[in-house]
């Protein structure tokens, strides 16, 4: 007997990985309701009750198939990856320092007020 791993409490399988299941699992359905359409007249006629079986059956299973596959877009399109923002193509320029205040020298002219 092979042991079962459990999984761990915090690990999910990510939507992505199963946007399909709705498809298949209306599918499985939608394939049988479709089988029984195509049943001799008779037959069906002795299960359903009523002459219009085969064509309500066949909207179901349309029906059935249609809203699995419906789903799957939906999980598809809701799981999608969006895309990293563009870099831009030149990266912005650093800003220049201030200038530093300079010392004052003493070879600068002064002027000087006449008293």
């Known amino acids: 007997m092979v042991p079962r791993i459990p999984r761990r409490p915090g690990r999910h399988t990510p939507l992505r990985s199963r946007w399909w299941q709705p498809g298949v699992y209306g599918s499985v359905p939608a394939v049988g309701l479709w089988i029984m359409a195509r049943l001799p007249a008779g037959l069906l006629l002795s299960l359903a009750g009523t002459p219009a079986a085969a064509t309500w059956l066949n909207h179901a299973g349309d029906t059935v198939f249609v809203s699995g596959w419906t789903a799957s877009a939906l999980l598809l399109w809701l799981a999608r990856r969006k895309p990293a923002p563009a870099a831009p193509a030149h990266p912005p320029a650093q800003p220049s320092p201030p200038p530093l ?7 600068a002219p002064h002027r000087h007020s006449a008293g």
């Not at 205040?101 to 070879?107: D, Q, T």
Request: proline share 29%; glycine share 14%.
């Open 101 to 107: 205040p300079s010392a004052p020298s003493g070879s």
